[in-house]
């Protein structure tokens, strides 16, 4: 079965401090695709990263940064001295072939200023 | 418009009445998906559609109809709308490889009373 968990439903941080947002996934699968969507308040899906299972490379993209441990089945993201503009609900994803995507049930997140 | 639009934006209808979500893009996909979201279950897939006349189910596809005469249109159909069905609707597009981001549409906020 496949299963994505975003255990952390909200998230309060104040302006400029670190966060991590978890995500832990489940499949069977050898060959499969993890991705973050963030969603602002406007409502639009918008995509941030996809990595592929064999590659655990981390990622940085500016203030963003993921970690991927096939070791601990866990997608992990991080953003750097968080900003106002980053108050968002965050989706990490679970893609396999026949194109079905899981969605994880979103993190919260909310910068203070 | 270049991208994928969704009309209309907001719905409200009645239960047991007919209606149909559209979806365009511009890209020329291959790949359409219909996913709705409800608090607490993120985004679920409804119906995908690999290619002009091939669709198959997703996560929850009871109650809904889709069909796909052109590559660039993907309607939603509710048969008999149920205040369940009661959602944000997004579609989604993406591009040969299965696996690839999928683009999302601005969602459809239907209301069943």
């Known amino acids: 079965a496949q299963k994505v968990t975003q255990a952390q439903t909200e998230i309060s941080v104040v302006e400029k401090e670190d966060v991590t947002l978890d995500c832990v996934y489940e499949t069977r699968d050898t060959t499969y695709y993890l991705f973050w969507y963030k969603q602002p308040p406007s409502g639009e899906l918008v995509f941030l990263i996809r990595?592929?299972?064999?590659?655990?490379q981390n990622e940085i993209s500016g203030r963003y940064s993921w970690n991927f441990q096939k070791s601990t089945s866990s997608f992990n993201f991080t953003i750097t001295a968080s900003q106002v503009v980053d108050s968002a609900v965050y989706f990490c994803a679970l893609g396999r072939g026949a194109n079905n995507l899981f969605f994880g049930t979103g993190t919260r997140l909310t910068v203070i200023p | 418009d270049a991208g994928i639009t969704q009309s209309p934006r907001y719905k409200i209808t009645e239960t047991g009445r007919q209606v149909t979500l559209m979806c365009h893009q511009t890209?020329?996909?291959?790949?359409m998906f219909w996913y709705r979201q409800d608090l607490g279950h993120g985004l679920r897939l409804i119906y995908y559609s690999a290619a002009a006349d091939i669709t198959d189910k997703g996560e929850v596809p009871d109650g809904y109809v889709v069909s796909r005469s052109k590559t660039e249109n993907f309607p939603l159909t509710l048969e008999s709308a149920t205040r369940s069905q009661t959602s944000v609707y997004f579609c989604?597009?993406?591009?040969?490889?299965?696996?690839?981001?999928?683009?999302f549409g601005p969602g459809t906020r239907l209301t069943v009373l």
């Open positions: 989604a597009s993406s591009g040969l490889a299965g696996d690839d981001e999928q683009f």
């Open positions: 890209w020329s996909h291959s790949y």
């Open positions: 990595r592929n299972s064999f590659d655990e």
